[in-house]
């Protein structure tokens, strides 16, 4: 597609692409093409060898605070996809943030805890919390899942990989205080790219 970014134009992120929107062409909806993509989104995060070292960096003055650097390999022209890494130093944490799109998200490096949120009202509840290491998984198909915050526990930097349905660095959406609720406008942006189009 015209405007289609590369940034790790690698082989193996290209055939990994090219599958994941061949089957969001075909499926019957984001929850088929969710199943679809999975046992391909698993052996991404097998697989030492992909990912340079450059993209598992964390980015001192990030728009995600706390260090956390979100790097991006690809996108769509027309933001319909996105893939990146996001790097989280031991001991940070995210904001508690929404994503607003349907996707993928995985462990490839280091552990986290997850901490998942719904609407309760006018607030926020945690509904839950579990730990992750490498090579676990989840889909976010909101609103179900959709708001969130994780939380680096190993000594090293956690890298978790992306796949989600829209340029998420760059579309504003959500960050929200966990105690009273509050939400306020929040666009993570990206270390290697901008936002803005020239
Ligand atoms: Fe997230």
Redesign the pocket.
Known sequence: MAGDEFILGSAVVRDFVDGVRETIATAASPGAAIDEIRPRFAELLADDGWLPAEFQEPAPESGMGGGIGQWLLYRAGDGSLSLFSLVVPSGAE?PV?D?LAWGL?GLYRGTQDEEIFERDGDGLRMSRRRAIVRGDFYALLPPRDDI?R?RTTSPETSVSIHLLTNDTGCIWRHAFDPDSGAERPFRSGYVNVDCEQP
């Open positions: 995210t943030h994503h998200v969130h994780v």
